[in-house]
Nanobody, 126 residues
């Protein structure tokens, strides 16, 4: 079991930036990690994923070029730098951990991940 705790959410104006952090309770250097978001009344949506080494990343088309996913395995922490935020980025953001080392549903599917944080709210005002 691993506990994940997100932080860094908040209220920001459109065009602004936020950096989310996700701290794990134990080393996750062998885990792929992902970020998802969920807006009210909508399904959980893939945002970004990063492999165990940090060498491979993937992004949803809606955030590509604006968001950057990174990790610091020495700190058991992953980050999501979010720039040029838009009102449609408003959601609860969740980090997730995948310890499986195999493709279950793919990094863009929530079913790939075994552990989830409690989420952090990001609100972007227009």
């Amino acid at each position: 079991q691993v506990q994940l705790v997100e932080s860094g959410g908040g209220l920001v104006q459109a065009g602004g930036s936020l950096m989310l952090s996700c701290a794990a309770s134990k080393p996750t250097n062998n885990y792929a990690m992902g970020w998802f978001r969920q807006a009210p009344g909508k399904e959980r949506q893939f945002v970004a994923a990063i492999d165990w080494s940090g060498g491979n990343t993937a992004y949803a088309d809606s955030v590509k070029g604006r968001f950057t996913n990174s990790r610091d395995n020495a700190k058991n922490t992953i980050y999501l730098q979010m720039n040029v935020l838009k009102p449609e980025d408003t959601a609860v953001y969740y980090c997730a951990a995948d310890p499986s080392f195999r493709t279950v549903a793919g990094p863009e599917s929530p079913h790939q991940y075994a552990y989830w944080g409690q989420g952090t709210q990001v609100t972007v005002s227009s």
